[in-house]
């Protein structure tokens, strides 16, 4: 048996009636403007924006120049306080090597000092036997 083909009913819209009057508009012209109003609106609050990232900008560059400044100068001292410091440990073992030859001329000294003082007991002991004879 064949089949029975369904037949799909469409639906009519209905035209109602409106109890609003409608004015006649001029949606073109008040569209372009609300349009560029907008525009210019978004335009002025993201040059406001940018404005104010570029000022935020150079204070941070400003900031970081001043801060590579100090930065700089902190180099600057390092550098000469180690450069002090070696010619100072330079001058200590100098001093060092001054202090351990004197220290080796005071032993001399004193080595020689007392054979000068042997020297001169020996020699007030013979003037002293001089006299007693």
Known sequence: MPKKKKTIKKKVPVKRKTTK?????KPVQKTKEKASERYDDHHSVLREALKDIAKELN?????????EGVLDDVVGDITSTQNKEVQLKDQLRKLSSV?????????RMRKKLE????????????????ENI
Request: aromatic share 0%.
């Open 99 to 107: 202090e351990n030859s004197l220290t080796l001329k005071r032993g």
């Open 115 to 130: 054979n000068v003082k042997t020297r001169i007991s020996k020699v007030r002991q013979l003037s002293n036997q001089m």
């Open 21 to 25: 009057r409608t004015v006649a508009k």
């Open 59 to 67: 204070q941070l560059r400003e900031a970081k120049a001043e801060v």
